[in-house]
């Protein structure tokens, strides 16, 4: 019953989040979220290749480490924006693909500049510095009037608003695999 509770407050959340017009997907992070940009840095750390891909829309790798769509792309999709979140250092794509949704995110970073200095990978202030930069190009591209208004105001807003949920959803899912560990028997669900 508990986890019955828990799946419906869930749905509710995602269901009351989608139903907000979100005009752009916004992403920073690691290997989990980056959706390309390592293709075009000097590192070692890239999925460009096989099996990257296999079930990506176009059946090629993209730079995402994950064989499909990583979490932005289905997130992106939920709000009614593009199937998925372009990289913001991919040359195919310019500041009108950016429109609605942008991945400033880099395998291998972490909060630790060391971390993105060893592996050469994009560390999370340059992320934030990228953000800055895509700020004054989609001021450039939509005028200043309707970027400020309809889009950069939104995100600031929202962000300071994510700052107060995001510890409830990360409460809400530890609870949900708590509920989920303690109920489901491991040594079965994995004998061979």
């Given at each position: 019953?508990s986890r019955l509770l828990l799946l419906l407050l869930l749905l509710f959340t995602i269901f009351t989040l989608t139903s907000a017009k979100i005009p752009a997907v916004i992403v920073f992070g690691d290997s989990s979220v980056d959706s390309g940009n390592n293709n075009v840095i000097k590192t070692l750390l890239k999925s460009?290749?096989?099996?990257?891909?296999?079930?990506?829309?176009?059946?090629?790798?993209?730079?995402?480490?994950?064989?499909?769509?990583?979490?932005?792309?289905?997130?992106?999709?939920?709000?009614?924006?593009?199937?998925?979140?372009?990289?913001?250092?991919?040359?195919?794509?310019?500041?009108?693909?950016?429109?609605?949704?942008?991945?400033?995110?880099?395998?291998?970073?972490?909060?630790?500049?060391?971390?993105?200095?060893?592996?050469?990978?994009?560390?999370?202030?340059?992320?934030?510095?990228?953000?800055?930069?895509?700020?004054?190009?989609?001021?450039?591209?939509?005028?200043?009037?309707?970027?400020?208004?309809?889009?950069?105001?939104?995100?600031?807003?929202?962000?300071?608003?994510?700052?107060?949920?995001?510890?409830?959803?990360?409460?809400?899912?530890?609870?949900?695999?708590?509920?989920?560990?303690?109920?489901?028997?491991?040594?079965?669900?994995?004998?061979?």
């Amino acid at each position: 019953m508990s986890r019955l509770l828990l799946l419906l407050l869930l749905l509710f959340t995602i269901f009351t989040l989608t139903s907000a017009k979100i005009p752009a997907v916004i992403v920073f992070g690691d290997s989990s979220v980056d959706s390309g940009n390592n293709n075009v840095i000097k590192t070692l750390l890239k999925s460009n290749f096989r099996p990257y891909g296999r079930d990506f829309l176009t059946g090629q790798p993209t730079g995402r480490f994950s064989n499909g769509k990583v979490p932005p792309d289905f997130i992106s999709e939920a709000f009614g924006l593009k199937p998925t979140v372009p990289a913001y250092l991919d040359p195919a794509f310019t500041i009108a693909d950016f429109a609605t949704g942008v991945c400033f995110a880099s395998a291998g970073t972490g909060f630790d500049n060391s971390t993105s200095d060893v592996l050469n990978v994009i560390p999370l202030w340059k992320e934030v510095e990228l953000f800055k930069e895509y700020q004054r190009k989609l001021r450039g591209y939509l005028g200043n009037e309707k970027a400020n208004e309809d889009f950069l105001q939104w995100v600031v807003c929202h962000l300071k608003e994510q700052q107060m949920l995001c510890p409830t959803l990360i409460v809400l899912i530890n609870t949900i695999l708590w509920l989920w560990n303690s109920t489901t028997n491991w040594k079965l669900l994995f004998q061979i």
